[in-house]
């Protein structure tokens, strides 16, 4: 069974840090494309970064460059979030996704399997 869970989430004063993890089952992540997104409570889903199967390259949206870094860890089958300086308005559900493709752009539609998601809050 395709499975990916999300951990890492949590409250956090501004300029924090947290990194989130997506872990997989069912599949090797290597072999996937793999975004993550967010929702914040009225807004639309958006990709914030994401990462090829195909050469490792890397894509951050304009909001999260610089400060958000993603990354895989093939033996542990996971691929995380790292975000510094956090601000108020990183305040969403993350979620990670997969696609068998080998690019990662940011659409939602892309991606055939998703995790169940991850509060993050910034606040002081």
């Known amino acids: 069974q395709v499975q990916l869970v999300e951990s890492g989430g949590g409250l956090v004063q501004p300029g924090g840090s947290l990194r989130l993890s997506c872990a997989a089952s069912g599949f090797t992540l290597d072999d996937y494309a793999i975004g993550w997104f967010r929702q914040a409570p009225g807004k639309e889903r958006e990709g914030v970064s994401c990462?090829?199967?195909?050469?490792?390259?890397?894509y951050y949206a304009d909001s999260v460059k610089g400060r958000f870094t993603i990354s895989r860890d093939n033996a542990k089958n996971t691929v995380y979030l790292q975000m510094n300086s956090l601000k108020p308005e990183d305040t969403a559900v993350y979620y990670c996704?997969?696609?068998?493709?080998?690019?990662?752009?940011?659409?939602?539609?892309?991606?055939?399997?998703w995790g169940q998601g991850t509060q993050v809050t910034v606040s002081s």
């Open positions: 996704a997969a696609s068998p493709r080998s690019s990662c752009p940011p659409v939602r539609g892309w991606y055939d399997y």
């Open positions: 990462i090829s199967s195909s050469d490792g390259s890397t």
